[in-house]
């Protein structure tokens, strides 16, 4: 949740590169966030893309930004390695 605080969206692909995990555990994690509530998912072509709930109530995402915040330095070693990604999906703008 904190990659996706920090990042926006972010397709599966991208979860596992940035996390550098395996693509069962992401996905089992994500759907459990999703059945929660917490997130929210949208399908582009073969790309599943993941984003926070833009229902979440406020105290949750100040929660979020001040965990962010206290963990920088961790999440920003999952960005970098998340930049460096090769053939990152494109994304297109949602039409409706």
């Known amino acids: 949740m904190l990659m996706l605080a920090a990042?926006?969206?972010?397709?599966?692909?991208?979860?596992?590169?940035?996390l550098d995990?395996?693509?069962p555990k992401v996905s089992r994690?994500?759907?459990?966030?999703?059945?929660?509530?917490?997130?929210?998912?949208r399908r582009q072509g073969q790309w599943?893309?993941?984003?926070?709930?833009?229902?979440?109530?406020?105290?949750?995402?100040?929660?979020?930004?001040?965990?962010l915040k206290a963990n920088h330095a961790w999440v920003d070693q999952d960005s970098n390695r998340l930049e460096s990604m090769q053939d990152r999906p494109v994304r297109q703008a949602a039409c409706c």
């Open 7 to 18: 990042q926006g969206e972010l397709c599966v692909c991208e979860l596992i590169w940035a």
């Open 21 to 23: 995990d395996n693509q």
């Open 29 to 41: 994690h994500l759907a459990q966030l999703r059945t929660c509530g917490l997130l929210e998912d």
């Open 48 to 67: 599943i893309y993941y984003r926070l709930h833009p229902q979440l109530p406020v105290w949750v995402l100040d929660v979020l930004q001040v965990t």
